[in-house]
């Protein structure tokens, strides 16, 4: 079974992102960057179906600059056989990406497609529906458990209310909720393997797909600042702060 | 031209979080119709009937529709929705599920989990687990929107009289099935619902331990919630997560206990009216967003605390 990750390469998510001076966007000038942390629990699904035997060969691919390279090869160092970069410098909301994972699925044939539930940059947590809506295939959203058994997979899914299992026919797309794995580290002599796997680069055209968008970003402002609060003693002056001052019990 | 809302329920009852949704619709223009698609679902339809300001309620009732699969409910809001302006959910599991797939089929970008509706094409939302809120303007003919509820007040529940009618069903995709489902369950208030909400994190060391937020929390009325540390370790469900990539909560009151406060713990409650922190450390990041901080052990505090509320 052959399965296809998609990683995002995004701001770390240790990094408290500032807004520019002039609201256009958040400073990303000299900001860490990192494999989304949903990509890399993906990859590490991934990496595991092939452990357990179920997967024989694992593709990883992500869209944007030259630089997600990087996280290809980080992909690549926690195990996954051979990674695609699709080239664009251009701004991708999440229905172009799905655009062009959808093009990558098509040749690619996999069986199985991980994405994360959402990237930490944009919030989104859309990706992997709209691939799976494009390519008319079934989905197990933000997932805590996969099993794939009999030309299915069995998905536990995190729901509000608590979990939900579903059943897939294969191929399927899966997204990756944080109780899913937790990955492994890469090991150096891994890292040192990962540079020599192979790694495509093809362009948006290759795919025979042009990228648009409906959204315009008009501005971006710091959230409202909360007023610093004051530090109580004991638990009576709480108690007293939150009867008569805040008058919330 | 007009509003479609999906409707949130459980084919029983109408979720609140529709509510909110609703309110959203009513910034961004004024003929809004309501879909239910469930399975059996005609007390929600009633129910969706009476919500203040919805003009028509839409029923697609068929077993297709019984556990919100979304390759089934999405080709069916795609269909309904394709006349509308806008077509708005809840961002919740269900919301989230559902909803990209119809932006995909209509082939228009989805706007996530808004905050703020500025006119009928521009909308706020927050970004990098909210230390960044963006505006955004769409050009598409339909809008596809998920609605973070906390960000508007419900509309009211009653008071309507909308018209209800039928829609065909759109038939059942058959590539996935409902296996099984574990709700939690319990007695305390919903906890995106609540008007304080009780929250532990790794420092309440293990599940047990959680006992003593319960009695707080029942001596309160509150909810109870977790950071993603005290849920990883297995001291309390998946569901009770509040953060950026859980729950978004917005309380009266917030209480986080043996929480350190970090930026994707903060991303999901920092809108909180007022909030307490517990904890030991006086340095941890927590206390820059308390309003009121109180540096201590939480198995001296809360039982102290739970004594004199
Ligand atoms: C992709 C991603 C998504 C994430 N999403 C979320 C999310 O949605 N929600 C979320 O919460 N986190 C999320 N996180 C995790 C987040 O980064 C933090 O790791 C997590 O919030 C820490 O939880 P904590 O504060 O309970 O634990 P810690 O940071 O370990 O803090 C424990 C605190 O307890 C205090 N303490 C210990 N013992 C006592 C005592 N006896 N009395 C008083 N205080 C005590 C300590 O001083 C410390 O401040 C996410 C992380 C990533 C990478
Ligand atoms: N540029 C990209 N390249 C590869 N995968 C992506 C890209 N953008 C989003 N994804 C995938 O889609 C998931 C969800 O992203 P989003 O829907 O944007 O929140 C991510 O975790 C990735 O798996």
């Given at each position: 079974m052959k399965v296809l990750v998609a990683v995002k390469r995004v701001i770390d998510y240790n990094v408290k992102v500032r807004v520019k001076a002039d609201n256009t966007d958040v400073d990303l000038t000299n900001v860490k960057m990192a494999i989304n942390p949903f990509c890399e629990i993906a990859v590490e699904e991934a990496v595991r179906l092939k452990e357990q035997g179920v997967a024989s060969e694992i593709v990883v691919v992500s869209m944007g600059p030259k630089e997600c390279q990087e996280q290809i090869r980080t992909a690549l160092a926690l195990g996954a056989d051979r990674g695609i970069q699709v080239q664009t410098d251009e701004k991708l909301d999440s229905l172009a990406v799905a655009k062009l994972l959808k093009a990558v699925y098509e040749q690619e044939k996999p069986d199985l497609i991980i994405l994360g539930k959402q990237a930490i940059d944009s919030d989104n947590n859309q990706t992997g529906q709209m691939l799976a809506a494009l390519a008319g295939l079934p989905q197990g959203t933000f997932a805590s458990e996969v099993k794939v058994e009999e030309g299915k997979a069995n998905v536990t899914r995190e729901v509000d209310g608590g979990l939900q299992t579903v059943a897939l026919n294969l191929p399927a797309v899966v997204t990756t909720d944080l109780r899913l794995n937790e990955p492994r580290y890469a090991s150096l002599p891994n890292i040192m393997k990962a540079k020599r796997k192979p790694l495509d680069v093809k362009t948006p055209e290759d795919l025979g797909v042009t990228i648009t968008s409906t959204?315009?970003?008009?501005k971006v402002e710091p959230p409202a600042e909360r007023q610093a609060g004051i530090k109580v003693g004991s638990v009576d002056e709480l108690v007293e702060k939150l009867k008569n001052e805040a008058k919330v019990i | 031209m007009s509003i479609l809302v999906l409707a949130e329920h459980n084919n029983a009852s109408l979720n609140a979080a529709t509510l909110a949704v609703v309110a959203a619709a009513k910034a961004a223009g004024d003929d809004i119709h309501v879909l239910v698609a469930g399975s059996g679902c005609g007390a929600v339809a009633e129910e969706a009937a009476q919500v203040e300001s919805v003009s028509k309620v839409l029923v697609s009732d068929d077993p297709a529709y019984a556990h919100q699969l979304a390759e089934n409910i999405s080709t069916l809001v795609a269909e309904v929705g394709k006349g509308y302006s806008h077509i708005l959910a809840a961002a919740t599991t269900t919301g989230k599920n559902v909803m990209p797939r119809v932006a995909a089929l209509l082939d228009v970008d989805q706007i996530s989990d808004i905050v703020g509706v500025d006119s009928a094409d521009t909308f706020r939302r927050p970004i990098y687990a909210g230390n960044a809120i963006a505006t955004v303007q769409s050009s598409a003919p339909v809008k596809v929107i998920t609605v973070r509820g906390t960000a508007f007040d419900n509309v009211a529940a009653t008071g309507g009289t909308a018209a209800v009618e039928q829609v065909a069903a759109a038939g059942d995709a058959e590539t996935s099935a409902f296996i099984g489902e574990e709700m939690a369950e319990s007695d305390r208030p919903e906890l995106t619902a609540a008007g304080i909400v009780v929250s532990g994190g790794r420092g309440m060391g293990n599940g047990e331990n959680f006992e003593i937020l319960y009695s707080l929390a029942d001596k309160l009325g509150a909810a109870v919630g977790a950071s993603r540390a005290a849920v990883d370790a297995g001291f309390?469900?998946?569901?009770?997560q509040v953060g950026q990539t859980g729950k978004i909560v917005a309380p009266e009151l917030y209480v986080a206990v043996g929480i350190s406060g970090a930026i994707q713990h903060l991303a999901g409650m920092k809108e909180s009216k007022i909030i307490v922190a517990i904890n030991?450390?006086?340095?941890?990041?927590?206390f820059q967003v308390a309003d009121y901080g109180l540096v201590a052990d939480l198995f001296e505090a809360v039982p102290e605390l739970t004594g004199k509320v």
């Open positions: 959204i315009s970003l008009l | 309390v469900p998946n569901d009770m030991k450390d006086e340095e941890a990041p927590i």
